[in-house]
């Protein structure tokens, strides 16, 4: 699961993930609980993380 789940909750308008050539593999909107990544393969994948003030953050994360 992704850290400090209950304060993203709060502000966060969606989450997306993709993977490295940009398809989208998961999203999420108006979260209320807890996401998990453990459906996702082994990889490479950026996290895009959309807050309620549409500020977007990004990050990479390996998965092994």
Known sequence: PLRRQRQMCKETEDIVITDLSGKGILKWDNITQPISLQ?????????SVTLANDTTYQQKIILK
């Open 39 to 47: 459906q996702l393969s082994s990889g490479v994948y950026i996290v």
